[in-house]
């Protein structure tokens, strides 16, 4: 994908084309990528959208990749024997801000990890290049929000995402 080679050439930063998005409309698009492969490993999807969700100040397209890495992970870390996906969008305590919770009951990341997963080219997948989680916070950056990891080695991992209203 040219636009995250692009992204990831740190010396020409990539400008986001940050507008008022439907924080649902960016999770459904994301989940549509991820379904079949859920789907196909018994993986259970649910929504939970809070009222009053404000829309954020986003680029479309980019934090389709966020979410797509974080469902994609979410989905390879429950692949052995199925699970729950749990997304969560509700509005900030102060309501200046979007937070999505995206939690599965995979198998976790070791406590030695979690503080390196977001570094460009870590991976604890044998297959993975690393990228994805540095992508995902280089994204998260342009879009002034931030992002967090919880997990507990054997029950699940939770990412929160929180991204400014528009």
């Known amino acids: 994908d040219q636009q995250l080679s ?10 986001a084309n940050l507008q008022p998005t439907d924080a649902r409309k960016v999770i459904d698009d994301s989940l549509r990528i991820a379904e079949p492969q859920a789907a196909e490993k018994n993986i259970k999807i649910s929504i939970i959208e809070h009222e009053n969700v404000p829309q954020i100040l986003a680029d479309g397209e980019f934090l389709r990749s966020v979410f797509n890495n974080l469902f994609i992970n979410a989905i390879q870390a429950m692949e052995s024997g199925g699970g729950h996906l749990n997304v969560k969008i509700s509005p900030s305590d102060d309501g200046q801000a979007v937070v999505f919770e995206i939690a599965d009951t995979g198998n976790g990341i070791r406590e030695e990890s979690l503080s ?21 916070q280089k994204i998260v950056d342009v879009h002034h929000g931030t992002i967090d990891v919880e ?15 528009a």
């Open 6 to 15: 692009d992204f990831l050439n740190y010396s020409r930063p990539t400008k």
């Open 116 to 136: 390196k997963i977001f570094e460009p080219y870590f991976s604890t997948k044998e297959t993975g290049t690393g990228l994805g989680l540095a992508i995902v």
């Open 151 to 165: 997990s507990v080695e054997g029950e699940g991992t939770k990412f929160t995402v929180t991204l400014p209203r």
